[in-house]
């Protein structure tokens, strides 16, 4: 037993992405580090219960990363029945007494198991699975079809993604991750060369669809005030525009070099200051206490992380695996574009994380499960294989 562990390891060394593992890793000590200071104005039981919860969520997670890097993706995708099953199933317990939420928004988004000490959000894991069966199925239809230009071929893949999103957001109500499913979609659509007339086609149809719905008022009143807040910042400043109106202060107040970790007068100022400050906003923490310099460094870690998934996606062996690859870079974009610019006050507030430094357990396993399918990925590549074993390297 203990020389099959040790062969697996060796492997796991040899052939795995450790340079994806270290980034993501470093990624997320360093939001170890600002969610520190974001949770001082808690109890020392809260806040150290935060701590735990990230730090245990980070060891479990690598650990997931090595169980994934080693796993054989194409045996498992031969269940696909069973993992589109498991995605219905997974967001269907939204609506059981599991199911949990905010309140002040309805949305019910999050699941707690009795003996789990944190929440499960099911969006987080179903992102992955529906990214893989949404490669296996545009790979299916090149190998089948030879064709992704035709309108079948459009409305098959359009109709898995719009189906999985409706189900999700009637359950939820937790529009921002719905476009998460959206936005993996028209990612890997596009990278597989999809026509462009079914792009603007589903633009035209999305937005006449949108301004249909907010002119009958088929739209909850919250979510439209996040939107007209962008427009107008003096709009409801005291509700839908609260969050970002402080955060953009508690950035601009940060300068060059910031206010020093740990003394920033809004991140430290208690619950009546910068809201969600270790989930949503962290990224506004980091602006008034580490300043731009701070900012830089965190979208340097998320731009790398991107770029080698990409050069993952760029040298794999089969269409199935560039269609994932792509899938789980196009995750960590939309989540970064929207929660920077949710901080910005130049993007509603919709309940999106920045990856890898927000606070949350659940993101962080889910996170390093994505990136463990691109170590898998990565491994089969025969080009980084030989790349991994130059003596250059």
Request: aromatic share 14%; glycine share 10%; proline share 3%.
């Amino acid at each position: 037993m203990l020389n099959r562990l040790k062969a697996i390891l060796i492997d796991f060394i040899q052939q795995a992405d450790l340079l994806l593992l270290g980034l993501c890793s470093a990624a997320t000590l360093y939001g170890l580090v600002l969610i520190f200071s974001a949770t001082r104005y808690m109890t020392p039981e809260k806040g150290m219960r935060r701590m735990i919860i990230q730090s245990a969520a980070l060891l479990l997670g690598v650990g997931v990363y090595i169980f994934i890097s080693m796993v054989d993706l194409e045996m498992i995708m031969k269940k696909w029945k069973w993992i589109l099953a498991f995605n219905v199933v997974f967001i269907s317990l939204l609506v059981t007494p599991l199911g949990i939420g905010a309140k002040e928004t309805g949305n019910n988004a999050w699941l707690k198991f009795p003996g789990v000490p944190f929440q499960i959000g099911p969006a987080e894991v179903v992102k992955i699975t529906f990214v893989l069966l949404l490669a296996k199925q545009i790979a299916w239809l090149l190998e089948e079809k030879h064709n992704l230009k035709s309108f079948s071929s459009a409305f098959f893949v359009a109709g898995h993604t719009l189906g999985l999103m409706g189900l999700y957001f009637a359950v939820s109500k937790d529009m921002g991750n719905a476009l998460v499913f959206l936005f993996i979609f028209l990612c890997m659509a596009f990278v597989a060369g999809f026509a462009l007339r079914w792009f603007i086609l589903f633009f035209v149809c999305g937005g006449a669809a949108f301004t249909l719905a907010w002119h009958f008022d088929l739209i909850y009143g919250y979510m439209k005030n996040r939107f007209l807040v962008l427009f107008d910042h003096e709009f409801d400043p005291q509700g839908a525009g609260w969050q970002q109106r402080r955060s953009l202060m508690a950035i601009g107040s940060g300068g060059v070099f910031g206010q020093g970790y740990m003394n920033g007068a809004q991140t430290q100022g208690g619950t009546g200051s910068l809201p969600e400050k270790q989930t949503d906003l962290i990224f506004a923490v980091t602006g008034e206490e580490l300043g731009m310099i701070g900012c830089i460094a965190i979208m340097l870690f998320l731009v790398a992380i991107t770029f080698r998934i990409l050069l993952v996606a760029k040298r794999a062996p089969t269409p199935f695996f560039r269609y994932t690859c792509v899938g789980m870079a196009s995750i960590l974009i939309f989540q970064t574009i929207i929660n920077i610019g949710m901080c910005l006050f130049v993007m509603p507030t919709i309940g999106i994380t920045l990856p890898f430094f927000s606070y949350g357990g659940s993101s962080i396993v889910t996170l390093f499960m994505a990136m463990g399918v691109v170590s898998n990925i990565k491994k089969r590549s025969p080009e980084m294989r030989r790349v991994a074993r130059s003596p250059l390297r």
